[in-house]
Structures are given as C-alpha cells and as structure tokens.
C-alpha cells in the first residue's frame, strides 16, 4: 500500500545565509552576488535542492570510512544511497526516498513589525593579496538574520521496517547542518541555522502507529 509522511517544521536563520541567484545581468554599482530569489515574489529562498544535498554531503562525511568525503554520491554508506538516492551502475538505480520542496522566507511581516525593512543585507568584503597589496572588493548580499523559512519533505514509506531507521538518519542530518552552515561562505560566519517545531505525520496511506510514534521522537530530538 502506497504511504508517504510529511515532515514539516521551520529553519531560522542565526546568521546571515547567502545562496547565491543568477548575476547574468548587473547594473554599474550593483550587488556582485546576488542571493537566489522566488521569481513571483521577489523573496529570497532556499532551493530544496541546497538543503538536500548539503544535508546528504554531512552524513556521507560522518559514515565515511575515511576523513574525507566519498569521491562519489554512489560510493555513500547503503542507508545514505537508500535514503537520498544513487545513480548507480547499470540496473543499480535508487530513487530517493526524499522529496525536499523549496523553501520562501515565511515570517517577513513579522521582521517588517520590527523596523525591518529588506529580507536581505549587503557585506561588503575586502581580499587582499600577500604580495601585490591589491584590495578587491567585493558586495555579497545576505538574507538577513532571523530570517525563518518554513519546510516540507515528504518521506515515500517504501519499506515500513526501515521508516524509523531513515527518519534517524534524517534527523542526524539536521543535528549536522546545526553544527555546520548552509549556503556559501561558512568558513566566515555566514549560513548558521536552527530547526524547530519539527514534526512528522501520515499524509498518504497508513503505517504502524507505534513506529509513527517513534518517528516523531526521533525528528523531535533536533532542536531540543
């Protein structure tokens, strides 16, 4: 029987976060990177795609045997390729599991209550090379912090024994990329996050309501 969860909660951004959009075309004075914006809204968001694969890279490194990252998505532990996905060789395919929607900043009326007035910022940043002393300046832009985005991933019950232990992993996933950044230049305080009010319920079909139960412990824990 078809079945599928839903997994829904809210990201808060701690600091600013910059995911970068297209910057084809930039006026004279204009911001040289742009963060990625919804196209009817004009607001920034987070790509389920950014989500995803930042979360998938975290728990490759951590069920890695080595230091490093696998070479390759397929070389992953099996629980991550079973989970995410892996092209494989021929006849080898997995689709995911997963399906991660993009993400809108939800709360700005909320910032707007506040005296804010732009979801996003502009840093200015400065390299300056060792040798040449040359400065080149550079304008990032950034959403703001604060910011909240709210989420949605739907989880497709393709085996009810290994629901909890994916739902685990997932969770684990979340609890790494609170440690880590999402988006772009982390290594200076950019891209610090926060999940809550995290939880999962049956939107298609019906599984066990006792590994339902422990599904929402486990997805609950983060944040806590």
């Known amino acids: 029987m078809l079945a599928k969860l839903e997994i829904k909660g809210t990201i808060e951004l701690v600091t600013g976060m910059h995911i970068g ?5 930039a006026a004279i004075g204009a911001v040289d990177s742009p963060v990625v914006r919804d196209t009817l809204s004009d607001l920034p968001m987070i790509p389920g795609s950014s989500l995803k694969g930042k979360i998938r890279t975290l728990l490759a490194k951590r069920y890695s045997e080595t230091l490093l990252y696998p070479e390759k998505p397929d070389d992953d532990d099996e629980r991550i390729k079973r989970l995410f996905g892996s092209a494989g060789g021929k006849g080898k395919m997995k689709a995911s599991r997963l399906i991660f929607s993009d993400m809108i900043i939800s709360n700005m009326e909320s910032l707007k209550s506040v005296g804010v007035s732009s979801a996003t910022e502009v840093k200015f940043e400065n390299s300056i090379g060792r ?3 040359v400065a080149n300046p550079r304008q990032i ?3 703001i912090r ?3 985005f709210d989420f949605s991933i739907i989880y497709n019950v393709e085996d009810e024994k290994e629901t909890a ?3 685990k992993l997932l969770a684990e996933g979340f609890k790494l990329l609170e440690y880590d950044y999402l988006g772009g230049h982390g290594s200076r305080g950019y891209g610090k996050v926060k999940f809550e009010n995290i939880d999962v319920n049956t939107v298609i079909g019906e599984i066990n309501e006792n590994i339902l139960s422990e599904c929402k412990k486990l997805i609950k ?3 806590c």
Do not use: C, H, P
Not at 21 to 25: N, R, T
């Open 165 to 167: 232990e994916d739902i």
């Open 221 to 223: 824990e983060v944040g």
């Open 141 to 143: 832009e950034r959403t």
């Open 131 to 133: 040798l040449s002393v």
């Open 146 to 148: 604060g910011s909240k």
């Open 21 to 25: 959009g297209s910057s084809a075309f």
